[in-house]
Each structure stands twice: as C-alpha cells, then as structure tokens.
Nanobody, 124 residues
Framework: QVQLEESGGGLVQSGGSLRLCCAA?????????MAWFRQAPGKEREFVAL????????SYEDAVRGRFTISRDNAKNTVYLQMNSLKPEDTAVYYC?????????????????WGQGTQVTVSS
C-alpha cells in the first residue's frame, strides 16, 4: 500500500518562502517520477512540478517556473518543493503524487497515488 505524507505547509507573507516535503512508503521510490499539484478554493487541481526517477529531469507550470524548485532524495524516499517569492495566488492545498512511470507527465491520470495535501496560505 503506497502512502504519501506531505508536510511543511503554513502561512507566509507575500515574497516569503516555504519548503514542502513528501515522504513516501510502500513503493520502490526510485522507480517512480514524482510531482506536486495544487488546488485553490473553487478551482480544479492543477499541475505544479514534476521530477523524473533520478532527479535529472524536471518540469514546471509556467506560473511557478523560476520561483519553485522540485527535488528528491531517493535514499530518504522523499520529494521536496522549495517555494520562493511566494504570491497570494499560490495559496492552495498542495498535493504530492507518485507516477506509474519513471519519467512521468503532468497528466493526473498517470499518477498511482496521492497524498492528503498540505495547506499553503500566502498573505498580501
């Protein structure tokens, strides 16, 4: 049984930083691409960032590119999302997800497991 547990969310002022963590268990972590998605109130869940199995390849949603960095530590079965220069529009519940594939894509249907989410609130 795959389990993904996010942590690191909270309340931060505009321009501040947060680091989200996602600890995985129940899967061979280094076989799977990992991603972060987010869902703002009244909106659909959207893709934020993706990292392949080794960490050699990453991709980002346009609105966060240059401000957010996704990384992973396969020895710790953990994926991270460093968020800098946060804006009020980044306010959302952030979800960690494990892909069925080693390289993955932003298509939500290609993800096998999801975490419960962690709230990020950015005040103006």
């Amino acid at each position: 049984q795959v389990q993904l547990e996010e942590s690191g969310g909270g309340l931060v002022q505009s321009g501040g930083s947060l680091r989200l963590c996602c600890a995985a268990s129940g899967l061979t972590f280094s076989d799977n691409a990992m991603a972060w998605f987010r869902q703002a109130p009244g909106k659909e869940r959207e893709f934020v960032a993706l990292i392949n199995w080794s960490g050699s390849s990453t991709s980002y949603e346009d609105a966060v590119r240059g401000r957010f960095t996704i990384s992973r530590d396969n020895a710790k079965n953990t994926v991270y999302l460093q968020m800098n220069s946060l804006k009020p529009e980044d306010t959302a519940v952030y979800y960690c997800a494990a892909s069925w594939w080693s390289y993955g894509s932003s298509d939500q249907s290609t993800f096998r497991s999801w975490g419960q989410g962690t709230q990020v609130t950015v005040s103006s």
